[in-house]
């Protein structure tokens, strides 16, 4: 902390000396103005705060305060004498853009700790077009396009909650205006959160990074290690800072994000994923208007994934070291057996006998999606099956509780109840089968703890994911175009 004027003319002189010393250039500067406690005392004396905008905010590449202390700077920079209340995103931003503007345009990070913020208001904050849907920056997908499958495992619920608390930061940076948020973290490990975050933020710089993603990956550095901090003492104890100390390329569980690699996987595929689980097939679905021509057709190619979805299980049995493993592929055999015969029942309410489903031709869609995974369990480990096979799991679960929570929804055009395809979207927005997703979600998680993936080994399993996604879509396709 640089306490008093004196220090700070003395530091402003060294910044300009070796600056000369370089040639004009100058490496970049991230200014921590710790001015403000986090219980609200000024740690500054007047004349300390005067020189600090005068002479040290000019010189840096970004200034990182926080709502107290960018209320005092921009009172202090535009000299009227009146502390400004900034307590709202929109008072953040214009904010930043003032402090940028009277310190030679450096970037500005308002860090938005000390203000209580829920969902809804940044949902507002985009409704009203003041910041672009690009620049608005969601961790782990904490927002309105977290997975109904991913929120139900962190929640217990597929409702979606406005009123979830969270922070927010604001960077105004190039004449921009970014805002990065992200889950609150229910913690007191936050001694000293606003110096990891500016120093993290230095080091990305160091490396060449641009402002907003250094911003990006230090908040999510910073997140990370509140969310993964062993609490200490009774007051506010230290950050986990050595969380990063081994490359990794999946962060750890933690209460906001429970299933990080799935997270990731779907982040990393996030318009795919919507195309896979918002298809037209399942719009029309849970509108209730899908001609039944299209969904006999949908499931009778069904019917013969079924068959290739247990041959592939049976694969993963043979992959498998463990009794448990075992276990848990013969469960699912047995599951999809009996899940057949349900099957057969259910398409003979839409007039489809059991003879004409054994004679149904395989389209050309089913048989490269599932010669695609069983060609994928052979080639590759048990993890790299277990992946394929989960996309179709999981994406089903998915779909069954975004039908059922847009159908809660006044004036979607979804609904359940009386629906000609009420029991299917029941059926897979139903407890048993997100408890088969939810099983699902926490083997996958397991056996990525117990073997972290290399970035090799990530990349094939992300690669592998892609392609599923992209196989399920065609899925849909040939249901829509009777193919």
Avoid at 144 to 161: C, F, H, T, W
Avoid at 388 to 417: I, M
């Amino acid at each position: 902390m640089l306490h008093d004027s004196s220090v700070i003319e003395v530091v402003v002189k060294e910044l300009i000396a070796r600056r000369r010393a370089l040639g004009g250039a100058f490496p970049s500067i991230v200014v921590d103005p710790v001015m403000v406690s986090t219980s609200g005392h000024t740690l500054l004396q007047a004349d300390a705060v005067a020189v600090l905008c005068a002479e040290m905010l000019p010189l840096a590449t970004l200034i990182t305060p926080n709502i107290p202390e960018a209320e005092l700077i921009v009172k202090q920079l535009t000299g009227s004498g009146v502390k400004e209340d900034i307590r709202s995103i929109s008072g953040m931003i214009a904010a930043a853009e003032k402090i940028s503007i009277a310190c030679s345009n450096a970037s500005v990070l308002v860090k938005g700790g000390h203000l209580e913020l829920k969902i809804s208001d940044i949902l507002a904050t985009r409704d009203v077009g003041l910041l672009p849907t690009d620049r608005l920056h969601w961790y782990q997908q904490c927002g309105p396009d977290e997975p109904e499958i991913l929120r139900l495992a962190r929640v217990g619920s597929i409702e979606k909650k406005t009123d979830e608390r969270i922070v927010a930061d604001v960077l105004w940076t190039g004449g921009q205006g970014h805002l990065f948020v992200r889950a609150l973290v229910e913690s007191k490990s936050t001694h000293g959160t606003g110096c990891t975050l500016a120093a993290a933020i230095a080091c990305e710089l160091a490396k060449g990074v641009t402002m907003e993603k250094a911003v990006e990956i230090a908040a999510n550095y910073t997140h990370q290690a509140i969310a993964t901090a062993v609490p200490m003492g009774r007051g506010h104890g230290p950050l986990n800072h050595l969380h990063a100390s081994t490359t990794r390329v999946l962060p750890l569980p933690t209460i906001t994000c429970p299933a990080p690699f799935i997270s990731t996987l779907i982040r990393s595929t996030k318009e795919l994923w919507k195309d896979y689980v918002q298809h037209e097939f399942v719009v029309q679905l849970g509108k209730g208007n899908l001609p039944q021509a299209n969904f006999v057709h949908f499931i009778k190619q069904d019917y013969h994934y079924l068959k290739h979805y247990a041959r592939a299980y049976g694969l993963l049995a043979a992959k498998s070291s463990t009794f448990l493993a075992l276990e848990s592929c013969a469960r699912t055999i047995a599951h999809v057996v009996r899940e057949t015969g349900m099957h057969v029942a259910y398409c003979q309410t839409f007039g489809v006998t059991e003879s004409e489903l054994l004679n149904t031709p395989e389209s050309a869609a089913l048989s490269g999606y599932t010669t695609y995974i069983l060609e994928a369990g052979l080639r590759g480990d048990d993890l790299t099956l277990l992946v394929a096979l989960l996309a179709c799991l999981l994406g089903y679960g998915e779909v069954g509780l975004w039908l059922k929570r847009n159908a809660l929804t006044p004036d979607s055009g979804f609904y359940v109840k009386g629906n000609p395809y009420e029991k299917w979207i029941n059926d897979y927005s139903g407890n048993d089968y997100q408890t088969a997703v939810r099983i699902g979600i926490e083997t996958l998680e397991d056996r990525i703890s117990q073997d972290p993936p290399s970035i090799a080994k990530y990349t094939e399993l992300l690669h592998v994911w892609e392609r599923v996604v992209k196989l399920e879509i065609a899925f849909w396709d040939m249901a829509m175009a009777l193919s």
